[in-house]
């Protein structure tokens, strides 16, 4: 079985974000990092890969030079090999782009059986990309997996929802999207960090991949950022002094702030 699991480099989310004049996330200005629901991807395409003889794992990246050090994250947790699709005419790239861009990049990948994502990247938080994904491959989608299975030619995710848990199942291929509770991811071992080092990583350009320029940058995104504004300093809050009143005083407030 062949596996893909899509990751991405992303700010730190310890840190200071902070936009553009042109409205795109400044990711020069914070520590990049992989971002953790990635990892929970990775591990359970680990996980299934130790499930399954015979099964390889290839992680996919599409970002800058430096979202190499993602994709070594990654490898030294265990995947095989990776691609990495690369070029400044992607910077800006919609939500729409990236799905279209990412679907090309798996196209390169020979007999792809399974695609996993995780749910939502913590920079964007559009929570839509692996179902466009699905979409422009024609595939499936099984999305907000808090556990995986695969047995022969078919897979099965179980969803937990307000209502219980759901299951889901479809033919492969298809793709997959998990969320927060579905595993821990493994730490890299020294070994595992040595022998990423010699992993192949394929880096493609836009004509590698079968992309049009046209097709992705920030000139001809889909959607696009009209305006923002820093996000506001904590205030101190509002302390109440209970005088026998204190109850009703909560209540106001909370009343007051449209919260009751």
């Known amino acids: ?73 990654a490898l030294s947790m265990g995947a095989d090999k990776a691609v990495h699709l690369s070029d400044e005419a992607l910077a800006g790239s919609c939500a729409v782009q990236t799905a279209r861009a990412l679907a090309k990049a798996v196209g390169t990948v020979e007999g792809v059986d399974l695609v996993i994502a995780g749910n939502e990247a913590s920079d964007g938080r559009s929570a839509a990309v692996p179902a466009m994904l699905a979409d422009v491959l024609g595939l499936p989608a099984l999305t907000h997996a808090r556990e995986v299975t695969v047995e022969g030619s078919s897979v099965t995710v179980k969803r937990e ?21 579905i595993n821990e991811p493994r730490y890299p071992s020294f070994k595992g960090i040595m022998a990423a080092k010699k992993k192949p990583v394929t880096t493609l350009g836009l004509a590698d991949a079968g992309i049009d320029p046209s097709e992705v940058g920030l000139a001809n995104a889909l959607s696009a950022v009209t305006s923002s504004q820093p996000k506001p300093p904590k205030s101190a809050g509002e302390k109440v002094t209970d005088e026998g009143d204190g109850g009703q005083k909560i209540a106001g407030y909370l009343v007051s ?4």
């Not at 310890?14 to 591990?43: M, P, Q």
């Open 161 to 181: 929802t307000d209502d219980g848990i759901t299951t889901l199942t479809a033919e492969l291929p298809a793709v997959v999207s998990v969320g927060e509770k």
């Open 257 to 260: 702030q449209k919260l009751i």
């Open 1 to 73: 079985m062949n596996i893909v699991v899509l990751v991405k480099q992303v700010p730190d989310t310890y840190s200071e974000r902070k936009l553009r004049s042109d409205g795109t996330l400044d990711r020069d200005a914070t520590d990049a990092v992989l971002d953790e629901i990635n990892e929970r991807a990775v591990e359970a395409a680990l996980q299934l890969k130790e499930a399954n003889d015979g099964s390889e794992v290839t992680v996919l990246t599409m970002g800058p030079d430096r979202a190499t050090d993602a994709i070594r994250k």
